[in-house]
């Protein structure tokens, strides 16, 4: 097999790869289909913190105030009102605490931006290294390089 075969394959399978990986979060993207307000409720309240529980969000959480929670995102979600505004609206009643996702604004938003930052870094360490190591395995060979192992091979029978 040619080289250049050998190239085209390669770059076959990463676009293959690509192109798996892009259907793969269109679709976990696009999610399940419409939504009961139940089923709505119940995602932004596995957002929401209970306000008086240590850790458990307000969809798992059997406190009075976490089921005060629940009926009123059931109950802005039955009148039409965006998750945004949902949360807007617990956050001035209980403070910015009450959300489990942190902003994605401001010095919150790094929580968000590090770990793509760290990953892109990461894959680039790893594309230069590789590069690297393909260019130094692509070294021509000179005749001197011969001679000089054909001399140590020599020297060593001798010794």
Not at 42 to 59: D, L
Request: with cysteine.
């Amino acid at each position: 097999m040619t080289p250049h075969v050998a190239r085209l394959r390669r770059r076959a399978a990463w676009a293959a790869l690509g192109f798996v990986v892009v259907v793969c979060l269109v679709v976990a993207a696009t999610g399940g289909g419409p939504q009961t307000p139940q089923q709505k409720a119940a995602s932004i309240a596995g957002e929401v913190r209970c306000p008086t529980c240590e850790g458990q969000s307000a969809e798992v959480s059997n406190a009075p105030a976490a089921q005060a929670v629940r009926a009123f995102i059931l109950q802005q979600v039955e009148v039409g009102q965006s998750r945004g505004s949902i949360e807007r609206a617990l956050e001035e009643r209980y403070g910015t605490d009450i959300l489990l996702r942190p902003s994605s604004t401001g010095i919150e938003g790094l929580v968000w931006v590090l770990p793509v930052v760290a990953l892109v870094v990461a894959l680039g360490g790893l594309a230069a290294a590789f590069r690297r190591w393909r260019l130094m395995d692509e070294v021509p060979v000179t005749d001197a390089d011969r001679e000089r192992v054909a001399d140590a091979l020599t020297e060593g029978d001798t010794g």
